[in-house]
């Protein structure tokens, strides 16, 4: 079989996966990863990193199911693996509640997380303003940990790593035979697509080794997830917001609404304050079109536009992206 020179664009959590998945299933192929930022200095590392369900409009609801399982299984077979602890991937269980009924008490995921339930009157009452609410247990990841250990898995298959910006796809044209796309926001300029917009989210890591348990609120704005070395609450969603400066207003918002939902965070101290800019697209583009190139006609596979789910779709995406690259590379 021809040898075949593939460029991964990204690595955030997304090209990552998309690297890795290619370089363990594709021995013919020889895998660069360019990126100009990674780990620690990627969006994803700042994420909550936790595995939440999403309902997207304009994906075909299997092919969501699809995504969304094959990224669980991946997660959970780290989590129960003698890697979680450098992977930093854990189970994580709570609450999800609501101010209002949902008109779906049981929505597509149900079964695809652990122990899904509706959670009962009795434990409702420790949220008055909510009405309802889920239970179950689903994946988090502490994304400086889990980075660095996909990069490490990805050297381990054969991966080569460059750090550089890339400006232009035409500038790697004659090196490489199928370029993928996981620029996230960069995709803006890099492909020119201006359905990518971002979302500014804003969240804080505290000291609560108190907390067990995820609690989030059904709107998605105000979460406190617990991870392995400190707490995340958050949060914020401000659409076209390239402001990559700490609000100091949005720290008192989200620290007022997470204290409102767990009391004991009043207690906690704030270790740090992040922002980042979600690379967010009404729906994620996972496709494989054909580009001329210097007079080529070059694959190009995107993967981009996760958004808010970067960690939940990533692993699944990254399936969907290689088998797009495996069709091509065998051309």
């Not at 496709?287 to 190009?300: A, C």
């Amino acid at each position: 079989m021809k040898h075949v020179r593939v460029a991964v664009v990204g690595a955030g959590v997304v090209g990552l996966s998309t690297a890795v998945c290619i370089a363990e299933a594709l021995p013919h192929c020889s895998v660069t990863l360019l990126a100009e930022k990674f780990s620690p200095d990627t969006t994803s590392d700042g994420a909550a990193g936790i595995l939440w369900p999403v309902t997207l409009p304009d994906i075909p609801l299997e092919r969501q199911r699809s995504w969304l399982k094959d990224s669980f299984d991946h997660l959970l077979a780290i989590a129960q693996s003698q890697h979680s602890p450098e992977a930093g991937v854990m189970l994580s269980s709570g609450w999800t509640i609501f101010k209002e009924v949902p008109a779906n008490k049981k929505p597509h995921f149900s079964d695809l997380v652990i122990g899904f339930r509706n959670m009962t009157d009795n434990e409702m009452k420790r949220f008055p303003d909510h009405k309802f609410g889920h239970a179950f247990t689903t994946l988090k990841c502490e994304c400086s940990s889990y980075l660095l250990w996909l990069e490490k898995r990805f050297r381990k298959a054969g991966g080569q790593v460059e750090k550089r910006k890339v400006n232009s796809l035409q500038e790697l044209s004659n090196s490489y035979d199928i370029i993928v796309n996981c620029s996230g926001l960069g995709s803006k300029t890099l492909v020119g697509d201006s359905e990518v917009y971002p979302v500014r989210g804003q969240v804080l890591k505290v000291e609560a080794p108190w907390l067990k348990h995820f609690i989030r609120d059904g709107d998605g704005k105000t979460y406190i997830y617990p991870g392995i070395h400190s707490v995340t609450i958050g949060g914020t969603r401000q659409e076209d917001d390239w402001r990559l400066e700490v609000d100091k207003g949005d720290t008192q918002g989200i620290l007022e609404r997470c204290s409102q939902l767990e009391p004991s965070l009043s207690k906690a101290k704030v270790l740090s304050e992040w922002v980042g800019l979600r690379p967010s697209r009404k729906c994620p583009r996972v496709e494989r079109e054909v580009v001329r190139l210097q007079g080529r006609s070059v694959p190009v596979v995107h993967n981009y536009g996760h958004g808010a789910w970067g960690v939940t779709l990533a692993w699944g995406t990254a399936q969907d992206a290689l088998g797009l690259v495996r069709n091509a590379s065998m051309k």
